[in-house]
């Protein structure tokens, strides 16, 4: 009868054993005890992952030897999309792949692909014990959904030496870029977006990265004529105004005045000046003027001023110089092309790398009520701005630069306005712009009736690309440095892409881009100095335990059983 107790006893206690678990694995929860919520996922990212539909499946490229940050970078996108999948469950599937395998049934690696897929990688260089170490790292993932597929960039780095901050920075992103790409993939209907002409705004080859590679698989793009179309069509959510060469009219002006006003979104990169690559490199020389392209009244209503300067820098792109005049050029620094910092308290451009600038202009906010302005770039603490019109030559570089003069701090480049505005034609509306309205059918509107948001750049080319050999290069990339050892990736691209979700997702997931990872670094001096002893607590001392406990516990059932 006891023998019999005792099995029914074990048989019971495998049976929960195995239920339990097995509930364990249906129903289960975590706590996350992190102070800065490390592993909470936010409220839109998990209703995002609720809503799935078809399969969804994520190719990350951080399988490699690679140094300790990128290691702890794959470690965490691998935590990440774990927790993807405790939401979404078997819907999402995730696989790390190493840039330097095969494709199936092709000799082409993955590596080969992503930089033909304008993926390019970063030239990695790591300190080692016994030196530095050049290495080709992939900080990319590609998401399906649909038949459709999305690159995300895991890491915006700034320098191509490993920066803690950074990479720290970069997880703290994981979430939102992951959950932007999702996003874009499961929803059904694309934002519809105008890309802005008839203002001698260039429709060539230089924006090919912008419209082939952005604007054209993201949104529903369509091109808007000012000076032709009656009015801007309220199925309309943004017009992209890109570097703008002739005159705006007040016609034109109020159309896209009372867009605004009735709720509309506007991203405008302008070149107040005329300052051209072109004219430095035949004549190696320019002289940069304002364009007059009548914009400043209607910018200065809504809380922002353009000013006819250049921005020149200490921190700033390469281009190649003759200097001794006999044919050799050389890379040098052009103070003229400026390296934007981006903001990190706003939502836009927080943990952007830098953005390459050409000719820039600064950006004053003035006053404007209820208009929240924020500055989205700047430039170094090591900086100047000299007025037009001025001559620019590039015997500039023959002699370094007086780092005396490049004595202001962060220059305003960019700036988001935020809220309700006001028309600048309040009052002043003329019998022309009234008939303009009527042909349109649309009533005048003095205030803005929704919030709204603009942005706007003192330079047009940071979102061009540049082209070698008649191919377009990815935007932000310098064609001078291209394939050298000054080659950096900069971030123009991801700028672009970060504006133009502010200014159109109505998802919420820009809430995911308020989290703040803190870095808490140990002491390597002290780590080295304690190697052994934290060996023998963490590798021994378990061991050691267990073998003690297994002694005491078979001297204690002998010392039971022997009675």
């Known amino acids: 009868m006891k023998l019999k107790s005792i099995k029914g006893g074990m048989f019971l206690l495998i049976f929960l054993l195995i239920a339990v678990n097995f509930l364990a694995s249906k129903y289960h929860t975590r706590i996350d005890l992190t102070a800065e ?62 840039p330097d395998e095969t494709m199936p049934g092709t000799e082409i690696t993955y590596g ?24 080709l790292v992939y900080p990319f993932a590609l998401v399906h959904y649909n038949d459709a597929t999305l690159p995300v960039s895991l890491y915006q780095g700034k320098t191509p030496l490993i920066n803690f901050q950074e990479l720290n920075s970069a997880e703290a992103m994981l979430e939102y870029r992951f959950a932007d790409a999702i996003y874009k993939l499961s929803r059904t209907t694309k934002p519809l977006v ?57 016609i034109q002006k109020l159309k896209l005045d009372q867009f605004v006003m009735r709720g509309g979104h506007l991203l405008m ?103 929240k302005k924020t500055i989205l770039l700047s430039s170094s603490a090591n900086s100047r701005k000299i007025q037009t019109p001025a001559l620019i030559s590039g015997r500039e570089n023959v002699n370094a630069p007086e780092d005396v003069k490049f004595n202001i701090q962060h220059i305003p480049v960019a700036v988001l306005l935020e809220g309700s505005f006001a028309s600048l034609y309040a009052n002043r509306l003329t019998q022309s712009m009234n008939d303009s309205l009527k042909a349109a059918q649309l009533s005048y509107l003095p205030k803005g009736t929704a919030t709204s948001k603009i942005i706007v750049a ?32 900069f971030a123009n691209k991801d700028f672009f892409i970060s504006c133009l979700e502010y200014l159109v997702n109505e998802s919420g997931l820009n809430e995911a881009k308020n989290k703040e990872y803190v870095v808490r670094l140990l002491d390597t001096k002290k780590v080295n100095e304690n190697r052994l002893n934290w060996q023998l607590i963490n590798i021994v001392l378990p061991v050691a335990l267990m073998v003690i406990f297994g002694f005491l516990f078979q001297l204690m059932r002998r010392k039971k059983y022997s009675r």
Do not use: H
């Not at 080319?461 to 080659?487: A, C």
């Open 37 to 98: 919520k490390r592993f909470t996922l936010s409220s839109p990212t998990v209703r995002l992952l609720d809503t799935l539909k078809g399969k969804l499946s994520v190719e990350v490229f951080l399988k490699g030897n690679y140094p300790s940050g990128f290691k702890k970078l794959g470690n965490t996108t691998n935590e990440l999309l774990a927790e993807f999948r405790e939401i979404a469950g078997q819907k999402l599937q995730f696989r790390f792949i190493s």
């Open 112 to 135: 080969d692909t992503l930089s033909g897929m304008g993926m390019y990688p970063i030239n990695l260089t790591s300190q080692l014990k016994e030196g530095q170490q050049q290495q």
């Open 194 to 250: 105008a890309f802005a002409t008839g203002n001698g705004e260039p429709m060539d080859i230089s924006v090919y990265d912008m419209v082939e590679n952005v604007l054209k698989p993201n949104y529903n793009l369509v091109t808007f004529n000012l000076a032709a179309q009656p009015s801007v069509p309220a199925e309309i959510n943004t017009i992209v105004i890109v570097k703008p060469t002739a005159v705006f009219t007040d």
């Open 269 to 371: 990169f302008i070149d107040r000046l005329n300052a051209e690559m072109d004219s430095l490199q035949v004549k190696n020389e320019v002289i940069a003027f304002d364009r007059e392209l009548q914009l400043n009244d209607l910018l200065f209503k809504y809380g922002a001023r353009i000013n006819p300067d250049l921005v020149m820098d200490l921190q700033c792109d390469y281009l190649p110089f003759d200097v001794n005049g006999n044919g050799q050029f050389e890379l040098l620094p052009w103070n003229y092309f400026p390296v934007l910092e981006a903001g990190v308290n706003n939502p836009v451009t927080k943990n952007l790398g830098f953005i390459a600038g050409r000719f820039v202009n600064s950006i004053d906010t003035v006053e404007a009520e209820n208009i």
């Open 458 to 489: 003192g330079d047009g080319d940071m979102v061009l690309n540049s082209v070698i050999k008649n191919q377009p290069m990815p935007m932000g990339m310098n064609p001078f440095t291209f394939g050298s050892q000054r080659e950096f990736p």
